[in-house]
């Protein structure tokens, strides 16, 4: 049995990963920590403020799904504590993902922090990649709930770094005239992101790419937050085997 803690148990993400590991056969919930939520979690865990009740009850892994600031310093808690860490939190920058990796480089734990753990998201990102040498314009456009704090999505920023990198042939940008600011989005990379933010979405990204003639338009939709559940329990199960910082689901895909 894997002993898991979870980082931001009373939200919306960690209640869901709480009753998907109190269901996975080979996980027990032993801590479930939010300093904004009383009560339980299930299996009848009981909701903690700090950090201390994961080393308490010997948490081997610990999931985060609360915000970027207390993601970084929960990372860093799992460092220097030995807990593997588990990171769906969105907002890193590219520099302190490099200092992360550093951090769990000298720790004895390790870390997976993913933008995305649908699967199908993660394909949407791999496709995206592969399509972006064939065509010269790209937009993306990502929908979520209307409580969604940070924009644009991890998993846009993260599509758009990745489409960069595997292409630099972009047509420029034929706007001279913006009459509201922001019509054209906000760019990553020279790649234009579109954020909406929409009550009875969760989460969903179409990556629109187009050449002479003909578009091709990849689109991922999650309708439930059960959606990312498989990708968070292989990640738990990866965490133990995969030294250092891991950033996002494909080596654990095989992709
Ligand atoms: N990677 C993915 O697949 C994926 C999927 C969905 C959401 N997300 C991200 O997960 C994060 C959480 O989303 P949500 O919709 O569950 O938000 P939410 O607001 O419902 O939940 C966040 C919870 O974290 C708690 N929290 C804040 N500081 C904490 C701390 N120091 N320790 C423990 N808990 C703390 C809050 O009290 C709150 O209950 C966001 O960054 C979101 O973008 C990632």
Known sequence: MIRVGVFGAGGRMGATVCRAVT????MELVAAVDPGAAGTAPGDVQLSAGADQLEAAGAEV????????????????????????VVGTTGFREAELAEVGELFERSRANAIIAPNFAVGAVLMMRFA????????????????HDR????PSGTAARTAQRMAAAS??????PT????????????????????????????????LLGTEGQTLAIRHDSYDRASFMPGVLLAVKQVFSRPGLTVGLDSLLGL
């Open 23 to 26: 269901d996975a056969p080979d």
């Open 62 to 85: 610990a999931v985060d799904f609360t915000v970027l600031d207390a993601a970084r310093e929960n990372l860093r808690w799992c460092a220097e504590h030995g807990v593997h860490a």
């Open 129 to 144: 990649e592969i399509a972006a040498p064939f065509f010269e314009t790209a937009e993306i456009i990502e929908l979520h």
């Open 148 to 151: 969604k704090a940070d924009a």
């Open 168 to 173: 630099k042939d972009w047509a420029e940008d």
């Open 176 to 207: 001279t005239t913006v009459i509201a600011e922001g019509a054209r989005g906000g760019a990553i990379e020279g790649i234009p992101i579109h954020s909406v933010r929409m009550r009875g979405m969760v989460a969903h990204q179409e990556v």
